[in-house]
């Protein structure tokens, strides 16, 4: 089946450090990628979608200079956690959506536990 | 708007037990519902979905009916084994599966 690789799993790092993580699709194409986050006991949140090529959309709320997102292949995306805050730690998922449109699923990275000290 | 509500967790039962984990969405336009499941260390994986009213999705013993009447989609399970302890996210999606709200998750702890 369709595998979603994100990496790290998990990282722990000083205040003000930018945070790297990513997200591969390692055997389909995915012209799109999504970014959620989901703090303790609750529900997962979109925070933007990632098109391969173009700049990313981001749900309202979400600050684009502090979170910065970069589909630069159809295999790849990446989000950058500017000058991260102990406020970011968080656990981040990413999900693609396999390239073909309608009704192609979204298939799930095993998420990256983001802890600022 | 658009929401997800599940019952909170955790929620704890001996092996072969019946499970039920209700949701309920509301909705703005006619969604799709999901059940993903969270093995810990894991991501999300898909465990079952529905499309339209009515419509029954099932995967591995478990089902879940999508209710329009009650704008509900609860998950059902005749028997649970210790395998199936993980977290159990109910989700709707509008916009061709581009757009998910998820619940905030149940965790089943299956004791033998």
């Known amino acids: 089946g369709a595998v979603v690789s994100q990496h790290p799993s998990r990282v722990i790092c000083k205040s003000g450090t930018s945070v790297k993580i990513e997200c591969r699709s390692l055997d389909f194409q995915a012209t799109t990628m999504f970014w959620y986050r989901q703090f303790p006991k609750q529900s997962l949140m979109l925070m933007a979608t990632s098109n391969e090529g173009s700049k990313a959309t981001y749900e309202q709320g979400v600050e684009k200079d502090k979170f910065l997102i970069n589909h630069a292949s159809l295999t790849l995306s990446t989000l950058t956690v500017t000058s991260a805050h102990p406020e970011d730690s968080s656990f981040y998922i990413c999900?693609?959506?396999?390239?073909?449109?309608?009704?192609?699923?979204?298939?799930f990275g095993d998420g990256t536990r983001l802890s600022i000290l | 708007g658009n929401s997800v509500t599940q019952m909170e967790g955790p929620v704890t039962l001996s092996e072969e037990a019946f499970l039920t984990i209700n949701c309920t969405y509301t909705?703005?336009?006619?969604?799709?519902l999901f059940w993903y499941v969270q093995y810990p260390g894991e991501g999300l994986q898909l465990l079952l979905k529905a499309t339209k009213a009515d419509d029954k999705g099932s995967n591995k013993g478990f089902e879940a009916t999508y209710r329009k009447e009650t704008t509900s989609f609860h998950l059902e399970k005749g028997s649970v084994q210790v395998s199936d302890s993980a977290v159990y996210f109910c989700?709707?999606?509008?916009?061709?599966?581009?757009?998910?709200?998820f619940g905030s998750g149940t965790k089943l702890n299956v004791k033998p």
């Open positions: 909705a703005t336009g006619y969604p799709s």
């Open positions: 999900s693609a959506r396999e390239t073909g449109g309608g009704n192609q699923p979204q298939h």
């Open positions: 989700a709707l999606s509008l916009y061709n599966f581009n757009k998910f709200y």
